[in-house]
């Protein structure tokens, strides 16, 4: 079966940095678009940043532009977030997701999901 786990999330002060890893299991990792959506409390899940399988095209919502980095490793079926300059605001739980979707900020057009990480940022 498919299975994404996340990891490295954790407490950060604002403007510190967190690497998000996402390890993928039982599905064509190359051939997949990779995702990442984040969730906090009494909101709806948000699209984050996602990237193409080659790697070579990435797309970022604006409110983490220019602070977060996605990449993968199709080598190592891993995607990751570099998240530097952390806001109070990117308080959330992350989750990462893979799939074939036409529209890449759409939570349901992804196929499977990891179960979720969370980030603290403190003032």
């Known amino acids: 079966q498919v299975q994404l786990v996340e990891s490295g999330g954790g407490l950060v002060q604002a403007g510190g940095s967190l690497r998000l890893s996402c390890a993928a299991s039982?599905?064509?990792?190359?051939?997949?678009?990779m995702g990442w959506f984040r969730q906090a409390p009494g909101k709806e899940r948000e699209f984050v940043a996602a990237?193409?399988?080659?790697?070579?095209?990435?797309y970022y919502a604006d409110s983490v532009k220019g602070r977060f980095t996605i990449s993968r490793d199709n080598a190592k079926n891993t995607v990751y977030l570099q998240m530097n300059s952390l806001k109070p605001e990117d308080t959330a739980v992350y989750y990462c997701?893979?799939?074939?979707?036409?529209?890449?900020?759409?939570?349901?057009?992804?196929?499977?999901w990891g179960q979720g990480t969370q980030v603290t940022v403190s003032s």
């Open positions: 039982g599905l064509t990792f190359s051939s997949s678009v």
């Open positions: 997701a893979a799939g074939r979707p036409t529209d890449r900020s759409r939570p349901a057009l992804y196929n499977y």
């Open positions: 990237i193409s399988w080659s790697g070579i095209s990435t």
